[in-house]
């Protein structure tokens, strides 16, 4: 399973005209979620004027399909999105059993893997 980032870039007035989306939005969300596709998001900050969507699939087809049927996305208060892929490493559904595995792989390449330790 490969993991998708999906950005979002707010209009101008993003943040104001949020709250009439925010529920519907919300409930997509949560569907995607439901369907074992979008593992987070949320609003970038300082400032907010986007978002950040972490996806996981086997291509960028569910990160696609849900930013083009946001209701963020068709009523305007996201201008613009693109999706990436996203190399990832301690991979769990379980964020913090993620941040481990994160650390033990961190830790193996520094202490055995690293060409400068001969």
């Given at each position: 399973m490969?993991?998708f980032?999906?950005?979002y870039?707010?209009?101008?007035?993003?943040?104001?005209r949020?709250?009439?989306?925010?529920?519907?939005?919300?409930?997509?969300?949560?569907?995607?979620?439901?369907?074992?596709?979008?593992?987070?998001?949320?609003?970038?900050a300082d400032?907010?004027d986007?978002a950040?969507?972490?996806?996981?699939?086997?291509?960028?087809?569910?990160?696609?399909?849900?930013a083009?049927?946001?209701?963020?996305?068709?009523?305007?208060?996201?201008?613009?999105?693109?999706?990436?892929?996203?190399?990832?490493?301690?991979?769990?559904?379980n964020?913090?059993?993620?941040?481990?595995?994160?650390?033990?792989?961190?830790l193996?390449?520094?202490?055995?893997?690293?060409?400068?330790?001969?």
């Amino acid at each position: 399973m490969k993991h998708f980032l999906l950005f979002y870039e707010g209009a101008p007035d993003y943040l104001e005209r949020r709250p009439q989306f925010r529920g519907d939005h919300l409930k997509h969300a949560w569907a995607a979620v439901e369907r074992g596709d979008l593992v987070l998001g949320g609003a970038l900050a300082d400032p907010v004027d986007g978002a950040v969507l972490l996806f996981r699939g086997v291509g960028p087809a569910a990160a696609e399909d849900f930013a083009r049927a946001d209701p963020y996305v068709t009523g305007g208060l996201v201008e613009r999105w693109h999706v990436r892929e996203w190399t990832t490493v301690g991979v769990h559904d379980n964020i913090v059993e993620a941040s481990w595995h994160a650390l033990v792989d961190a830790l193996t390449y520094a202490v055995l893997e690293r060409p400068d330790r001969g």
